[in-house]
């Protein structure tokens, strides 16, 4: 939750210039003595604090992927997405920390975000591997007003808020494998799990949880658990670039807090299908599709309001695919 050192962080680092002591303890309404403690764990953390005594404090420059509560607070400009956050050096999962602050009525939007992960959770009952130093890991809790059948649309929001802010921040090319991997040349970067509570009545949605898990900084495929080797990759081993995680997840909320408002406004993806279809891997082209029921093959030509994948098959039949227990892959390979 907000701190004096997120706080004081935010104002150096919005104002970018000299602030002097007693503008700190003003807004923040804080003694000379709590703001001069603040600076000096700051100074410890690694950040570099200039202090001139007629002019105050200016935050000259941050450590290198400092991940920390104040960081990414410090980072995060929204309205409610990410504006309470709880940040754990270690946890189990983030997806039921998530739900039990959500259980005790923490606020929509609020993020649970680790370091580390010793549970992580994948889709289909799988497993996240979570090591610390790496990655982002995190999951937003949403309360929405409108229907459970609706629910599945924000995993492809967050998809699509995900993989455009990836693109903002590292340039790189990211593509959606519909309807909520991923992918950057061809090789999975993130991964997104919702879940969702019902009231006890099971008619309405108490609360979502989206929880996103990004590679961002590992260094080669050794790094991933053997199976994924072929199909996981990092944005730094696409792009050479090492990145900050604070800033990136700074921006796939605000992203998400934009993208999610307009869904909000009609509850369906009509606002947002362009965008998604211009990242959806595979539009246009031959798609396997892995029902229980029966696989087949056919073009994949975008996806509708609702978010389901429209399939021609072979016989000229249109399909519309559900996400669920459903997969997609392109005739050749992962994508
Ligand atoms: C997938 O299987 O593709 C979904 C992976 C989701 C991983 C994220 S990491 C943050 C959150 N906490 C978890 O345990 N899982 C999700």
Redesign the pocket.
Known sequence: MKTDKSDILTCLRNSGDYVSGQQLCDRLGVSRTAVWKVINQLKEEGYRIESVPSRGYRLVESPADVYSESEIASRVHTKWAGKRLVFFESTG???PDAKHYAEEGAPHGTTVVADR?T??????G?S?E?PAGRSI???IVIRPAFAPDKASMVTLVMALSVAEAIHEVTGLDTGIKWPN?IVVNGK?VV???TEMSMTPEMNEIQFLVA???VNVNQESGEEFPEGLRGTATSLKMESGQQFDRAGLLARILEQFEQDYETFERTVNLSGLRARYESRLVGRNAAVRVLDPAGEYTGISRGITETGELVVERETGETVLVYAGEVSVRGLYGYV
């Open positions: 999962s983030t997806n992960q549970a992580g959770r994948g889709r289909r799988r996240w979570s890991y995190f999951t991997d999975k991964g997104i799990l929880g996103v898990g």
